[in-house]
């Protein structure tokens, strides 16, 4: 499996929290039986990056904490685009650590704890997960409470 974190701002990304986003992806696509090899991408970006980004793929001009942009349908007949190594590319997972550190503040738990939350959160959407209606919202924030909780990551 291939993790690629590429941290896009000027602040040092912690060890604890690569090996926390590590965690996560590993614990996510075990929880969901998702056995092929597979590469996932993770950018962390700062408030206004992800707010350029939004804009641009989503026509909403604010930041917001993460964003998913899975690349397999989970349709019967799918192609999968493979890398060089023949794993499975799932696809991208933008955080703003910026927005991270608000929502940790504002949800009284570590930072850590929060960009565990927003990779989970990410994966089930790599996955096939929406929470567009309220039933699909249900069974993808009981999924990410206990994909945390199976991580040893709960709330705190």
């Known amino acids: 499996m291939t993790i690629l974190i590429d941290n896009r701002t000027e602040e040092v990304l912690s060890q604890e929290l690569s090996e926390a986003i590590e965690k996560m992806i590993h614990e996510s696509l075990r929880y969901e039986g998702f056995e092929k090899p597979c590469e996932v991408s993770v950018s962390i970006v700062d408030n206004e990056e992800i707010r350029q980004i939004n804009k641009q ?33 799932l696809g991208d997972i933008i955080i703003s650590l910026e927005r991270a550190r608000e929502q940790a503040d504002e949800y009284g ?22 929470h567009m209606e309220e039933d699909e919202e249900k069974e993808m924030f009981s999924k990410q409470r206990e994909i945390l909780i199976n991580a040893g990551i709960p709330r705190e």
């Open 57 to 89: 793929f989503r026509g909403i001009d604010r930041a917001t904490d993460v964003l998913s942009f899975p690349l397999l349908t989970f349709e019967e007949d799918e192609t999968l685009d493979l890398n060089e190594k023949d794993e499975v590319l």
């Open 109 to 130: 738990h570590s930072l850590k704890r929060e960009v565990a939350f927003l990779t989970a959160h990410s994966m089930l959407h790599l996955l096939g997960y929406d």
